[in-house]
């Protein structure tokens, strides 16, 4: 068999695909199809089934003057074809310990799978454990100071651009479906759907069969809800209560028992969105050519995770998969960040990342040609905007190979948040209040921090245990401390000034002067 290609010029906006046509001639059988066009060209493969008989030799002899045009006309067509679908699923408030494929209880057969089929991140990291500057985070590869999100229920500032306005040049759908939690959408113009603040898999369907009848390719962001409280979703009989497993950072008390049961049922049902869109890929036959990351954001609303700067919180679980590309069943001690997130999608993509970005391309980790990604990741928290949180809480962290350091800039103030005023935090009071020694020191901890915690997270992953007043580990803190202020002045941010003008970054801020905002506080602070 004999191949051959044929370009004819057509339309770049073309990409209707057109029905094998065949024509047989003598001893040799031409079979010619259409493939998806990309840039000015329309790629023709021309397939010559030719018998053997005693022409052969002299058809392969009269190729070769055209077979260097039919090497670069195959290498461009199969440059279009393999432009690979990008698909995000990301969950809502899941600490990452507690799937299946990271050591935890819940039952997820669907990402424990994903994890056979593609590599496991050990140490991914997100720059705020807050659900919006997550968010804008991701989709405009920018740290929340960078492009104005910090604070809870935020925007970003007019101008950004996010991946919307970087992938939709390069040919490619950009949606997004299911929970949203960004602003303004001049900044994030993504195609939306949703069904409860969650996937709408019949939208998602369409989607993936337009993109196979239209030979484009996609990005999609499956952003679910769960298992953000209430944990009203999935079936909580499979964990008994009494059996569930606490982690020691958490007060033990019956209330406490119940929610965390209800919170890994819905860990559950989130397993089962991912597997829902796994198997929409395999009914359009995308699979082979879409690259799958699955993240679990920050975690849980429960103590020392959500709204604060532990790793219970910034640490997030990352697989990818990607055939042909990475390698099955993969693990990767990498430092990486969500920042990254986009640069990755840019550069899987055929395009180059600006250098304005503040994360880069895991395609080296990702292709095994690098073990190594960041020396230092970095987190921020501001409480301003949270439900229920603390006036002022500002908390700043940094992370390298073995140890963090958080800097609580308002260590007087008492922390509060959404979950320090719910029935489930009262029991651990009351549990405290009874008598109970390790109960009184946990929620002492949680809501009475010093200025700097120091963690060594190789010994310590759980970071109860602060090193910060041990002077063996000055030096690990002053120099932590200097690549946290460098970091802290490159993202233009003041620290405790930088806290207090969150109020200027709230979504109802948008279209309000800054009095405006002023006299709105002023109503609230009465």
């Known amino acids: 068999m004999v191949r051959g290609l044929l370009a004819g010029t057509r339309s770049q906006h073309d990409f209707r695909y057109y029905q094998l046509k065949r024509k047989r001639t003598g001893n040799c059988e031409f079979t010619a199809a259409q493939g998806t066009p990309w840039a000015a060209f329309s790629i023709y493969f021309i397939t010559l089934n030719c018998f053997a008989d005693s022409r052969i030799a002299s058809m392969v002899s009269g190729m070769k003057s055209v077979l260097p045009l039919l090497s670069l006309l195959l290498?461009?067509?199969?440059?279009?074809?393999?432009?690979?679908?990008?698909?995000?699923?990301?969950?809502?408030?899941?600490?990452?310990?507690?799937?299946?494929?990271?050591?935890?209880?819940?039952?997820?057969?669907?990402?424990?799978?994903?994890?056979?089929?593609?590599?496991?991140?050990?140490?991914?990291?997100?720059?705020?454990?807050?659900?919006?500057?997550?968010?804008?985070?991701?989709y405009t590869g920018l740290y929340p100071f960078n492009s104005g999100a910090y604070p809870n229920h935020t925007f970003a500032k007019l101008?950004?651009?996010?991946?919307?306005?970087?992938?939709?040049?390069?040919?490619?759908?950009?949606?997004?479906?299911?929970?949203?939690?960004?602003?303004?959408?001049?900044?994030?113009?993504?195609?939306?759907?949703?069904?409860?603040?969650?996937?709408?898999?019949?939208?998602?369907?369409?989607?993936?069969?337009?993109?196979?009848?239209?030979?484009?390719?996609?990005?999609?962001?499956?952003?679910?809800?769960?298992?953000?409280?209430?944990?009203?979703?999935?079936?909580?009989?499979?964990?008994?209560?009494?059996?569930?497993?606490?982690?020691?950072?958490?007060?033990?008390?019956?209330?406490?028992?119940?929610g965390f049961s209800a919170y890994l049922a819905e860990i559950t049902y989130y397993d089962g969105q991912v597997g829902q869109i796994l198997a929409?890929?395999?009914?359009?036959?995308?699979?082979?050519?879409?690259?799958?990351?699955?993240?679990?954001?920050?975690?849980?609303?429960?103590?020392?995770?959500?709204?604060?700067?532990?790793?219970?919180?910034?640490?997030?679980?990352?697989?990818?998969?990607?055939?042909?590309?990475?390698?099955p069943g993969s693990l990767t001690s990498a430092l990486v960040e969500y920042t990254d997130v986009l640069p990755t999608f840019i550069d899987a993509?055929?395009?180059?990342?600006?250098?304005?970005?503040?994360?880069?391309?895991?395609?080296?980790?990702?292709?095994?040609?690098?073990?190594?990604?960041?020396?230092?990741?970095?987190?921020?928290?501001?409480?301003?905007?949270?439900?229920?949180?603390?006036?002022?809480?500002?908390?700043?962290?940094?992370r390298d190979e073995n140890f963090r350091l958080i800097w609580n800039l308002m260590p007087e103030t008492k922390?509060?948040?959404?979950?320090?005023?719910?029935?489930?935090?009262?029991?651990?009071?009351?549990?405290?209040?009874?008598?109970?020694?390790?109960?009184?020191?946990?929620?002492?901890?949680?809501?009475?921090?010093?200025?700097?915690e120091l963690f060594d997270c190789l010994a310590d992953p759980l970071e109860m245990n602060s090193l910060a007043g041990n002077p063996e580990y000055a030096s690990v803190i002053e120099r932590l401390k200097g690549k946290l202020d460098a970091w802290m002045a490159g993202q233009g941010d003041a620290g405790i000034q930088t806290e207090l003008d969150a109020k200027y970054h709230m979504r109802n801020a948008q279209s309000m002067s800054r009095a405006e905002v002023d006299a709105e506080w002023a109503k609230r602070k009465r």
């Not at 036959?285 to 919180?313: C, D, H, I, R």
């Open 75 to 138: 290498s461009s067509f199969a440059s279009a074809q393999l432009k690979p679908n990008l698909v995000f699923i990301i969950a809502d408030d899941l600490t990452f310990r507690d799937i299946g494929c990271y050591g935890g209880q819940a039952h997820t057969p669907n990402i424990d799978f994903l994890a056979t089929e593609g590599m496991l991140f050990e140490r991914c990291f997100q720059a705020s454990s807050m659900c919006s500057p997550t968010r804008h985070n991701i």
């Open 159 to 258: 101008g950004t651009k996010s991946v919307v306005h970087y992938l939709q040049p390069l040919g490619y759908r950009v949606a997004l479906s299911g929970k949203t939690h960004i602003k303004p959408q001049s900044v994030f113009p993504f195609e939306y759907s949703a069904k409860d603040n969650n996937p709408d898999m019949e939208a998602i369907d369409r989607l993936m069969g337009e993109s196979v009848a239209n030979g484009n390719p996609f990005c999609l962001f499956a952003c679910s809800n769960e298992p953000h409280g209430p944990w009203d979703k999935g079936d909580a009989s499979i964990y008994p209560p009494e059996k569930v497993i606490l982690p020691p950072y958490i007060v033990d008390t019956p209330e406490v028992r119940e």
């Open 280 to 327: 929409l890929l395999e009914k359009h036959g995308l699979s082979g050519n879409t690259l799958v990351m699955v993240v679990s954001e920050q975690g849980n609303s429960m103590p020392f995770a959500k709204w604060t700067g532990y790793g219970n919180g910034l640490q997030s679980a990352m697989i990818v998969r990607w055939p042909g590309h990475v390698e």
């Open 349 to 398: 993509a055929g395009g180059v990342p600006e250098s304005s970005l503040d994360g880069e391309s895991l395609l080296p980790v990702l292709l095994g040609q690098s073990d190594r990604h960041r020396d230092y990741v970095f987190g921020q928290v501001t409480t301003r905007g949270i439900n229920n949180g603390s006036d002022a809480y500002p908390i700043r962290t940094v």
């Open 415 to 452: 922390y509060a948040n959404a979950y320090t005023g719910s029935k489930t935090f009262k029991s651990m009071i009351a549990k405290a209040d009874s008598g109970d020694g390790h109960a009184k020191e946990l929620v002492s901890r949680y809501q009475h921090r010093p200025e700097f």
